[in-house]
């Protein structure tokens, strides 16, 4: 398979460069620009020129400092997440920083620039370099500093660069060859199940009469792994493999609770041969693209040692960002406090989210920044994702390591983990003082013979910046051999009685916590104490058992329960009543189906002074009952104020808006159900809610003669939810009426609905205030309840961070 090559147009802007130490000998590269139609962001391509008028594309420039690596035309394919090269300018805007990404995928910064993004640049380097003899333009100047540091760096010279910047030394010879077509590894895995994708790779492997080293590694390894087995696990249970750019791995999701200890033990062992070969890749220049070198068998065995070897390469880096901004500083409107629980939990989760261990990385954590102290904890990997065999050099020939010595490696492997977190809670914020590190089994009843007890690691912030940090600087790249990490930790072992406190008050629900809130939330929350924002009822409350005898009284006389039911109603809104009568201040009886729920109700509220008595279930249900046996019986007129009874005691549940909805659709009232549900998108959060909103809203926009609002509703329901068939079909019907065969743009959509008033949800304003409340439920220590607001966050964003974030506080 030949790499893509462009014709470039007569019009189309190029520069050749001339020849670069790093650089072969017969190939010559350059820039390209204007050639594949109008961007406003493209500065130039980076292009390797094949005869007079073709190029391959090897990477983009952009007008922000930054170069993708890249095979295709913008237009033709997506950039990667993270860029491969950035450069930043400093205040002065005549220097800057140069960085690029790392193995780990961090961007480290390499060197130095001098010179005006308007005029012309030079590399300001210790030692010449063919940047720092000539001064080029913009565009130029990134595209051969990428070519210089990112494509010959790591392929160009017949080397292999280390992927570590501590380590003493920076590359280690390889020879690399040439060859005949280019080969792509991972070609099929983004559209094949996983266990037919390696089935292809190693089809392919074994049908080509010449197999380079890097696919007789890649067939090694497969060969190590139970492959059969990974078959029976995709018929159990989905195998979904996902590729995570911030640290450019393989990621397998599944669900484990239905397999055994060897089908999960299969099924990570996997995941980890996909990660040593990616690395590999990594490390050779070619990434996920198609690469036309390659090692020697024997050669990718000594690159995959030293990925092993480099674990603790990143300490230096985590340790380089503690005076970094936060990112998530503010993800709202409201900052967090500098060094407090949300800065130091967020700051933990986005670097430890960042470390590229070679096995998968399973952990949680905690912190008490009143006590300055932190604790992770993270599962060891089994010994069937640990190397098996070998290239050995003294020999000549491979080896296989036994059982005990793959034990060995994981031991040896998991100290150096350990030290990496370490660094990374250090890093998280310059008060912690002390943390833990605490190694799990990976199964609970995991075989004696291959079960490594739980062992927790303590270290101090002294003995850390002190001693730890150039023993992590020592250690990298260093061999596993005589397991030098575990027998340095020895004298950290933490032989206290507790580790961490076992209760905590800041993660017990509202119902036990009797602590005042801060007057930063009080307004906010419409509550002057934790309690008041409980909403579960007591599981032996009478009127709730009273709800469900009157349920089973339904069956089988419904007219008793009609009365039964509107009997509990009546009582408990006495009882209601006397309570706001009795209280000292303005309240509002409301019920919240949920916490986030009860967390969003001062969005419907005016007034910061209220506060809110919570409708007791039984209330709220005896009521929602009463509605369903009025539609059972088809007597719309009485239905509906018992509809509005219901919407009025719970104004920020959507179950009370859909069901005002449904009866006035039912009574076509379909200019009030279009009303409701405006209201209703001010506080949809979940893609279910906002799914069946916008249907019940294009259905009544239809019936009112709007046929392209409705249109554009129809466009709005989020994909994957049950609604969607039918959703579906409704669209297509109307399209049909329309004479139209294409529906509009999303961004038509919405401009379309914001004209006539409707938020797209989750709007602005409930994302911040989910947001806002985070920041501060974190920061003050109620942990119950902001993990709610960080868990919305994470489905609303899509963050690995916060989900992180979010088991931390539960």
């Excluded at 904890?377 to 069937?384: H, K, L, S, V």
């Excluded at 039984?618 to 088809?634: D, I, K, R, W």
């Excluded at 003669?705 to 129809?714: H, K, P």
């Amino acid at each position: 398979m030949q790499a893509a090559r462009y014709k470039l147009g007569l019009l189309a802007g190029k520069k050749r460069f001339t020849h670069m130490p790093e650089q072969l000998d017969d190939e010559t590269y350059g820039t390209i620009s204007g050639a594949f139609g109008k961007d406003a962001q493209e500065a130039c391509y980076v292009v390797r020129f094949v005869g007079r008028s073709q190029v391959e594309i090897l990477g983009y420039v952009n007008m922000s400092g930054e170069v993708y690596r890249t095979c295709a035309p913008v237009k033709d394919a997506a950039l990667p997440d993270v860029p491969d090269l950035v450069i930043r300018k400093s205040p002065d805007a005549e220097s800057g920083s140069i960085s690029v990404l790392d193995e780990h995928g961090r961007l480290r910064r390499i060197s130095h620039f001098k010179g005006a993004v308007e005029g012309t640049m030079r590399e300001n380097a210790d030692e010449p370099t063919w940047n720092s003899k000539r001064s080029l333009r913009y565009g130029d100047f990134l595209a051969s500093l990428y070519l210089r540091y990112c494509v010959f760096g790591a392929a160009g010279t017949g080397a292999i660069a280390s992927g570590s910047p501590n380590a003493e030394h920076e590359r280690f010879d390889i020879e690399m060859h040439a060859l005949d077509e280019p080969v792509e590894l991972f070609c099929g895995f983004a559209s094949a199940s996983l266990p037919d994708a390696i089935d292809a790779l190693l089809y392919r492997i074994e049908s080509n009469q010449n197999p380079c080293g890097l696919e007789l590694y890649a067939k090694r390894l497969m060969s190590e792994v139970d492959l059969p087995c990974l078959r029976t696990c995709s018929v159990k249970t989905t195998l979904t493999l996902a590729r995570i750019e911030r640290t450019r791995s393989f990621f397998v999701n599944f669900d484990r609770s239905g397999l055994s200890h060897h089908e999960v033990e299969t099924v990570l062992s996997v995941e980890t041969v996909l990660n040593r070969l990616s690395r590999m890749l990594d490390r050779m220049g070619a990434g996920m693209a198609p690469t036309s070198m390659s090692p020697s068998e024997e050669d990718c065995s000594r690159i995959d040692r030293r990925i092993f070897d480099e674990t603790t390469g990143q300490v230096v880096q985590l340790l380089e960002q503690l005076s970094e901004p936060n990112p998530w500083a503010m993800p709202g409107t409201i900052q967090c406090v500098p060094g407090g629980e949300w800065d130091v939990r967020t700051r933990f989760a986005r670097l430890a989210e960042g470390i590229n261990v070679i096995t998968r990385l399973d952990y949680r954590f905690d912190v008490d920044v009143s006590r300055g102290a932190m604790r992770v904890q993270f599962m060891q990997p089994p010994c069937a994702a640990m190397p098996r065999s070998f290239y050995d050099e003294l020999a000549g020939g491979w080896a296989k390591y036994d059982e005990g010595e793959i034990r060995a490696l994981r031991a040896e492997l998991l100290s150096r983990v350990v030290l990496t977190l370490a660094a990374a809670c250090f890093a998280a914020g310059l008060n912690i003082e002390r943390c833990l590190v605490q190694v799990d089994p990976l199964f609970d009843d995991e075989r004696p013979e291959e079960r490594l007890p739980i062992c927790i690691y303590e270290f101090t912030r002294s003995a850390y910046m002190a001693k730890w940090r150039e023993v992590a600087k020592r250690l990298d790249a260093g061999s596993f051999e005589g397991a030098p990490c575990l027998k340095a930790l020895e004298d950290s072992i933490y032989a206290g009685e507790e580790a961490w406190p076992a209760v905590d008050r800041r993660k017990v629900a509202p119902a036990n916590d009797m602590r005042v809130l801060p007057e930063s939330l009080r307004s906010l929350l419409l509550a002057d104490t934790a309690a008041e924002l409980e909403v579960m009822e007591d599981s032996e409350d009478p009127h709730v058992k009273r709800v469900v005898e009157l349920r089973e009284l339904v069956h089988t006389d419904p007219a008793a329960a009609a009365k039964g039911f509107a009997k509990l109603v009546d009582g408990l809104e006495a009882t209601c009543a006397l309570e706001e009568l009795a209280a000292t201040g303005p309240i509002e009886s409301q019920f919240c189906e949920n916490y986030l729920a009860r967390l969003l109700l001062p969005l419907t509220e005016d007034d910061g002074d209220i506060r809110v008595l919570r409708v007791p279930d039984a209330l709220y249900f005896a009521q929602y009952e009463l509605c369903n046996l009025y539609t059972q019986a088809g007597d719309l007129e009485a239905l509906l104020p018992q509809a509005r009874k219901l919407y009025d005691m719970a104004k920020s549940s959507m179950q009370a808006h859909f069901s005002l909805i449904n009866v006035l659709a039912q009574l076509e009232r379909f200019d009030e159900v279009v009303e409701v549900g405006k209201h209703a998108a001010r506080l949809a959060h979940d893609r279910a809610s906002i799914g069946y909103l916008f249907y019940r809203i294009a259905f009544a926009y239809w019936n009112l003669g709007d046929r392209q609002m409705a249109l554009a509703c129809y466009r709005l329901i989020p994909r994957g939810e049950e609604i969607e068939p039918a959703a579906q079909e409704e669209m297509r019907a109307l399209m049909a009426e329309m004479e139209v065969s294409e529906p509009p743009s999303f961004e038509d959509a919405v401009a379309t609905v914001e004209r006539a008033g409707i938020a797209l949800p989750p709007t602005e304003e409930v994302s911040n205030f989910i947001a806002d409340l985070a920041v501060l439920l974190v920061d003050n220590g109620f942990f119950f309840l902001g993990t709610r607001c960080v868990y919305q966050m994470w489905h609303a964003r899509g963050s690995d961070d916060l989900s992180v974030l979010s088991r931390s506080l539960q």
